[in-house]
């Protein structure tokens, strides 16, 4: 064995999504796998992970699934990690670890992981990344409305910001919805996915919001508006709120989120542009 590392190339693609269905996940087709590599969300498209290479098959993946976005004005680089895999032969050698440690040296970028198994959480501390994430709140429905909604996403992209429009254009094609309230003569944009999870309760999982202190106020009246009779939740990552959380319950992440970065604020980093979208997870 004389394992490589390596960027991914383009040509690599077809080989990277035969592993990840064969070893990783056989219930994900190829094709489903190639939609990480699908979306044009950076100008920077050359980078889409890393593989472990050795004697030109392709042995190992950490993907990349980036974005240039705008944050308190500054245009800013994310990078979402997904798709850690290496073949059984070749672990217990330090190339997993190596992976992500070349993955984490680029100056100015802010890198999300969304979906880490609990197993691998004290591994990711040792390469200085921090809980982005550890409890999510949770709205019920308890009666009526009086907030203002507009849920028809045509009519939401002509009354956004460019920036917020991008974004609200980017995203949609991936079963997210969106809602836009007003009070008086200020809107909060809110994205969020529908998913049924193993306990059979529906989630409103947000996934965006871009008026903090608004969202915060709104938050029982969205649930009221939004979820469905029934056992359902309007359910918000704890930091995308200002305080503890008006009339929610907090409910333990199974595994936390983590992040990495020196310029974007934690309260700042959203969910959007990632995994979840390209492969149509459900968020933990």
Same mark, same amino acid.
């Given at each position: ?157 002509? +009354?956004?910001?460019? #920036?917020?429009?991008?974004? @609200?254009?980017?995203? /949609?094609?991936?079963?997210?919805? !969106?809602? =836009? $309230? ?30 903090? +202190?608004?969202?915060? #106020?709104?938050?029982?009246? @969205?649930?009221?508006? /939004?979820?469905?009779?029934?056992? !359902?939740? =309007? $359910? ?39 995994? @979840? ?8």
């Amino acid at each position: 064995m004389n394992p490589t590392i390596r960027p991914v190339r383009t040509q690599d693609i077809p080989a990277i999504c035969t592993l990840l269905h064969e070893h990783m996940n056989s219930r994900f087709e190829p094709e489903r796998w190639k939609r990480l590599f699908e979306p044009g969300w950076t100008d920077s498209p050359e980078d889409m992970g890393l593989v472990v290479e050795d004697a030109g098959r392709i042995v190992g993946f950490h993907g990349h699934v980036c974005s240039h976005r705008v944050v308190a004005g500054r245009r800013e680089r994310f990078v979402n990690f997904s798709s850690w895999y290496l073949c059984k032969e070749y672990r217990g050698q330090g190339l997993g670890s190596a992976m992500v440690r070349r993955a984490i040296q680029a100056p100015d970028t802010t890198y999300t992981v969304f979906s880490l198994s609990p197993k691998r959480v004290e591994m990711f501390r040792t390469f200085g990344m921090e809980p982005l994430e550890e409890e999510r709140l949770l709205w019920r429905k308890r009666g009526g409305h009086d907030v203002e909604l507009i849920t028809d996403a045509d009519t939401i992209q002509y +009354r956004v910001w460019p #920036e917020e429009q991008r974004i @609200l254009l980017d995203n /949609l094609p991936y079963g997210i919805k !969106a809602c =836009l $309230a007003s009070v008086m003569c200020e809107e909060c944009l809110v994205l969020y996915r529908e998913s049924v999870k193993k306990n059979g309760r529906t989630y409103l999982d947000v996934l965006y919001r871009n008026n903090p +202190r608004l969202f915060t #106020e709104l938050a029982q009246e @969205l649930a009221n508006a /939004l979820l469905p009779d029934g056992d !359902a939740v =309007l $359910a918000a990552d704890k930091r995308f709120v200002l305080g503890p959380g008006l009339d929610a319950q907090v409910e333990r992440i199974a595994s936390p989120r983590f992040y990495l970065s020196e310029n974007v604020a934690r309260e700042n980093v959203d969910l959007l542009y990632s995994e @979840l979208q390209l492969l149509d997870l459900k968020l933990d």
